[in-house]
């Protein structure tokens, strides 16, 4: 790897950190044992290819009980599961948006890698609009060469107001040559950020850490690309930090997050991660929530809105230390087999689990039945395989919970979406509002299969000396000094 001071351009890339290790498509097929090798600075290296249904056959099952918006069983999941703070709600949002934006592959033109060129173009369903996951390219895009309304070509710094807590909005001018066009545009580059007002403020803080290590870097001398690059790269290790010590502890089940390793069959491919395990964190957004001296506000008057200035941009701000449990009373949520009715007003809970579980279809994620998965399930300590089998886990829930809206059977676990069979277990065997074995293990394992993949320039004195964030708390209170 090269070091920070000898950072130059090749013929496969820039050196700015913003190029994709590889050209083919995610989840294309590749030959057996070739290598490809990363360019220089930082990108990520293919997923897994994507696993195919070995039993396509059996149609995939609606997952009922999760499409019951009734309040009274939802008000009982929370006071078993709310626990954990709803600050993890949005950093787990972004993570996901991190990991990928997963597209039909017919609906985009991509191109095959040069040795995949002679290879049969096997049928791939979808393509990953995010060619680096967990590279935070969800909040760099392709860098400043190629997204002028979101940096400052000179400085290379993205356009913000220091201390801002929200992407600069650029409207419609008043000169001759302005165009009409009266939407705003926001300095953001993945629109999805814009999801709440909660997601935006986060994704604005790591915009101004960015900032503030570069501007450190620039004002000791660098110049601006080799300031961006460094502070990227440094920017990136404290997410996987933040994600690895920070995030995922609150969701993983204790006896999953003591063993000292896990097999590769807990490594889900890109769809499935995508399509399955991330659709669990439906379960987390509340109906409503206290913003600190903001106030009591319905989560429908949080979500974005078009593209005008939502009244949550315009008149509220988040308590960050309420919302990651620094201060006591904040929201709180866990993992269970509930969804907030509010979920994305108007439309309504079960409407959004229905789509779920459409695109996990359409898409060809795994399911529970499917043999990976058994392999995963095989593979966790203890009794757990036994205990998470399909009947065993509709029995016990419906023992545990006969005020369900609906009874659990074992083929509709079996064969319904992934995400299902993780919520329903992380109601029965989840703890403090995590995930169960099998969903901590799946998360955990695919986490840490995407930040191997990512590759990093070599870290410097000049980069390591820059400030470490241990917590994304503590990154926001940084940046807000």
Same mark, same amino acid.
């Given at each position: 790897?090269?070091?920070?001071?000898?950072?130059?351009?090749?013929?496969?890339?820039?050196?700015?950190?913003?190029?994709?290790?590889?050209?083919?498509?995610?989840?294309?097929?590749?030959?057996?044992?070739?290598?490809?090798?990363?360019?220089?600075?930082?990108?990520?290296?293919?997923?897994?290819?994507?696993?195919?249904?070995?039993?396509?056959?059996?149609?995939? =099952?609606?997952?009922?009980?999760?499409?019951?918006?009734?309040?009274?069983?939802?008000?009982?999941?929370?006071?078993?599961?709310?626990?954990?703070?709803?600050?993890?709600?949005?950093?787990?949002?972004?993570?996901?948006?991190?990991?990928?934006?997963?597209?039909?592959?017919?609906?985009?033109?991509?191109?095959?890698?040069?040795?995949?060129?002679?290879?049969?173009?096997?049928?791939?369903?979808?393509?990953?609009?995010?060619?680096?996951?967990?590279?935070?390219?969800?909040?760099?895009?392709?860098?400043?060469?190629?997204?002028?309304?979101?940096?400052?070509?000179?400085?290379?710094?993205? =356009?913000?107001?220091?201390?801002?807590?929200?992407?600069?909005?650029?409207?419609?001018?008043?000169?001759?040559?302005?165009?009409?066009?009266?939407?705003?545009?926001?300095?953001?580059?993945?629109?999805?950020?814009?999801?709440?007002?909660?997601?935006?403020?986060?994704?604005?803080?790591?915009?101004?850490?960015?900032?503030?290590?570069?501007?450190?870097?620039?004002?000791?001398?660098?110049?601006?690309?080799?300031?961006?690059?460094?502070?990227?790269?440094?920017?990136?290790?404290?997410?996987?930090?933040?994600?690895?010590?920070?995030?995922?502890?609150?969701?993983?089940?204790?006896?999953?997050?003591?063993?000292?390793?896990?097999?590769?069959?807990?490594?889900?491919?890109?769809?499935?991660?995508?399509?399955?395990?991330?659709?669990?964190?439906?379960?987390?957004?509340?109906?409503?929530?206290?913003?600190?001296?903001?106030?009591?506000?319905?989560?429908?008057?949080?979500?974005?809105?078009?593209?005008?200035?939502?009244?949550?941009?315009?008149?509220?701000?988040?308590?960050?230390?309420?919302?990651?449990?620094?201060?006591?009373?904040?929201?709180?949520?866990?993992?269970?087999?509930?969804?907030?009715?509010?979920?994305?007003?108007?439309?309504?809970?079960?409407?959004?689990?229905?789509?779920?579980?459409?695109?996990?279809?359409?898409?060809?994620?795994?399911?529970?039945?499917?043999?990976?998965?058994?392999?995963?399930?095989?593979?966790?300590?203890?009794?757990?395989?036994?205990?998470?089998?399909?009947?065993?886990?509709?029995?016990?829930?419906?023992?545990?919970?006969?005020?369900?809206?609906?009874?659990?059977?074992?083929?509709?676990?079996?064969?319904?979406?992934?995400?299902?069979?993780?919520?329903?277990?992380?109601?029965?065997?989840?703890?403090?509002?995590?995930?169960?074995?099998?969903?901590?293990?799946?998360?955990?394992?695919?986490?840490?299969?995407?930040?191997?993949?990512?590759?990093?320039?070599?870290?410097?004195?000049?980069?390591?000396?820059?400030?470490?964030?241990?917590?994304?708390?503590?990154?926001?209170?940084?940046?807000?000094?």
């Amino acid at each position: 790897m090269r070091a920070e001071n000898d950072l130059q351009a090749t013929p496969m890339g820039c050196p700015f950190g913003c190029v994709p290790v590889r050209s083919g498509l995610r989840g294309a097929p590749s030959r057996a044992g070739t290598s490809r090798a990363p360019a220089p600075g930082m990108g990520a290296e293919a997923s897994p290819l994507a696993a195919r249904d070995d039993r396509a056959e059996i149609a995939q =099952r609606m997952p009922q009980i999760l499409t019951r918006s009734d309040p009274q069983w939802r008000a009982a999941c929370l006071a078993r599961v709310a626990h954990i703070p709803s600050g993890y709600t949005y950093l787990a949002q972004l993570m996901g948006h991190d990991m990928g934006s997963s597209v039909q592959a017919d609906s985009v033109p991509w191109s095959r890698a040069a040795e995949d060129e002679d290879a049969p173009v096997q049928p791939v369903r979808r393509y990953n609009l995010i060619d680096n996951p967990l590279t935070l390219e969800t909040v760099y895009g392709p860098g400043p060469s190629m997204l002028a309304h979101v940096y400052d070509p000179e400085t290379w710094l993205f =356009r913000l107001t220091p201390g801002a807590r929200l992407a600069r909005i650029y409207a419609r001018g008043l000169n001759g040559v302005s165009d009409p066009d009266p939407r705003p545009i926001r300095a953001l580059y993945d629109e999805r950020n814009r999801d709440s007002l909660m997601l935006h403020e986060l994704v604005v803080a790591w915009m101004q850490f960015h900032n503030r290590n570069a501007g450190a870097l620039m004002a000791a001398g660098l110049e601006p690309y080799r300031a961006y690059v460094l502070a990227r790269a440094h920017t990136v290790r404290c997410w996987h930090r933040i994600v690895t010590e920070d995030l995922l502890p609150r969701f993983l089940h204790p006896e999953i997050a003591a063993l000292p390793a896990l097999p590769r069959a807990c490594e889900l491919d890109e769809t499935t991660l995508l399509h399955g395990l991330c659709r669990a964190f439906h379960a987390l957004p509340l109906a409503a929530y206290h913003l600190g001296r903001s106030g009591l506000h319905n989560l429908g008057a949080l979500l974005k809105r078009g593209y005008a200035v939502s009244e949550a941009e315009t008149d509220w701000q988040i308590d960050w230390p309420l919302f990651f449990g620094a201060k006591p009373g904040g929201p709180s949520s866990g993992i269970s087999a509930s969804v907030a009715p509010e979920l994305r007003a108007p439309v309504t809970a079960a409407a959004i689990i229905a789509l779920d579980t459409d695109s996990a279809a359409q898409a060809g994620s795994l399911r529970p039945g499917n043999a990976c998965l058994a392999e995963a399930v095989a593979a966790l300590p203890g009794d757990w395989p036994a205990r998470l089998a399909p009947a065993r886990l509709a029995a016990d829930f419906a023992a545990a919970h006969p005020e369900a809206p609906i009874r659990l059977d074992a083929d509709v676990l079996e064969w319904g979406p992934l995400y299902q069979f993780l919520m329903v277990e992380a109601q029965l065997h989840g703890l403090q509002g995590g995930f169960g074995p099998l969903g901590s293990a799946l998360l955990r394992g695919s986490v840490a299969a995407s930040i191997r993949r990512v590759v990093l320039a070599a870290e410097g004195p000049r980069s390591a000396a820059l400030p470490r964030p241990a917590t994304m708390l503590e990154l926001i209170n940084l940046v807000r000094e």
